[in-house]
């Protein structure tokens, strides 16, 4: 089947064309051109400069060195003649715009949400079909749907053993506030050890575009700084940090559906004493004792941690259950 995808991040991208393309055999596309916008089919966002990003490939030239996107742009005039079989919005500002392109183009497409955020309940009403990593839609919505964990290159992502045990990561970009405080506060109190924060924005710069990137830094590190005051849905780069062994620094309060705070998320999943550091039921004290005790017995923790993301994280089990779903789209 050919398969349309409303493109606006790259590792959610990468690991659709993955599940879909590579596994389960469809060929997907993404639009290409600013008329997708001006004319109502596109709606993630008014912001000029975005709206050239993602729909002229012009961030940080992504979309032009990466291969898995190559030849896969779609302008809008040539959208009848693709004939998809299915389009894709994922995120619901282009559920109506999508519907729109459905029926103003006269297609037979079937409409699938993808998603991997927690988004409102009202934002995706009416859809018929879900397909989601996020825990908050799979609950609120009755419709045919299907609960997946976004793929992600576990190849790359894997435990490395001349790694080093005191240095703790940052991936969240414009990190400030009580967040940032915090993780400064640890550097203070543990001088041996070293704090790199990464992201866009912030003190030792970003850490890349490319999974290949993050992985990098991650299996290269200790522990992964992941205190966030916002829900996220998934969280690509705490499911990374799992599958590399490293323990999570991570603040479990906020990891809920931020709109109900009813609905743990799909990171929490992975949660417990020997997986994470958290930093809203400890002391600081025993947030500073508790890392200086896993660092200590380091690999048995790393071991843990692995263990446990391999126990709930079954990509081969998964695309097979999106095949069949997929198979039966209303």
Request: hydrophobic share 35%; with cysteine.
């Amino acid at each position: 089947m050919k398969i349309l995808i409303d493109y606006h991040h790259f590792h959610k991208y990468l690991g659709l064309y993955h599940l879909l393309e590579e596994t389960l055999g469809h060929e997907i596309y993404y639009p290409f051109g600013e008329d997708w916008a001006t004319s109502g089919y596109w709606n993630y966002s008014d912001n000029p400069d975005l709206i050239l990003s993602l729909l002229r490939n012009t961030f940080k030239n992504t979309l032009d060195i990466h291969p898995v996107l190559q030849n896969r742009q779609v302008r809008l005039e040539d959208v009848k003649e693709y004939g998809f079989d299915i389009i894709v919005p994922t995120v619901p500002h282009n559920l109506k715009p999508f519907r729109k392109l459905i029926s103003d183009f006269g297609l037979s497409s079937k409409l699938l949400f993808v998603s991997g955020n927690n988004f409102p309940k009202d934002t995706l009403v009416g859809i018929e079909n879900l397909l989601t990593a996020a825990t908050g839609p799979w609950f609120q919505h009755d419709c045919h749907k299907c609960f997946f964990h976004q793929w992600f290159d576990t190849e790359l992502f894997k435990p490395q053993e001349d790694c080093d045990t005191k240095l703790i990561i940052n991936l969240q970009h414009f990190i400030g506030g009580k967040e940032l405080e915090l993780l400064l506060k640890i550097e203070e109190s543990l001088p041996d050890w070293t704090v790199k924060i990464h992201g866009c924005g912030n003190r030792d710069g970003s850490n890349g575009h490319f999974p290949e990137q993050a992985a990098s830094l991650i299996r290269g590190a200790g522990f992964l700084y992941h205190v966030k005051r916002a829900d996220e849905g998934y969280g690509f780069n705490g499911h990374y940090s799992l599958a590399c062994g490293k323990p999570l620094i991570i603040g479990t309060s906020t990891m809920s559906d931020v709109w109900t705070q009813k609905i743990p998320n799909t990171l929490s999943s992975k949660f417990d004493e020997n997986t994470i550091v958290d930093v809203d039921t400890l002391s600081f004290q025993e947030v500073v004792d508790k890392l200086v005790m896993m660092e200590q017995s380091y690999r048995k923790y790393s071991k843990l941690v692995y263990e446990k993301f391999v126990e709930k994280v079954d990509f081969i089990k998964e695309s097979e259950n999106v095949k069949i779903f997929m198979e039966n789209l209303v």
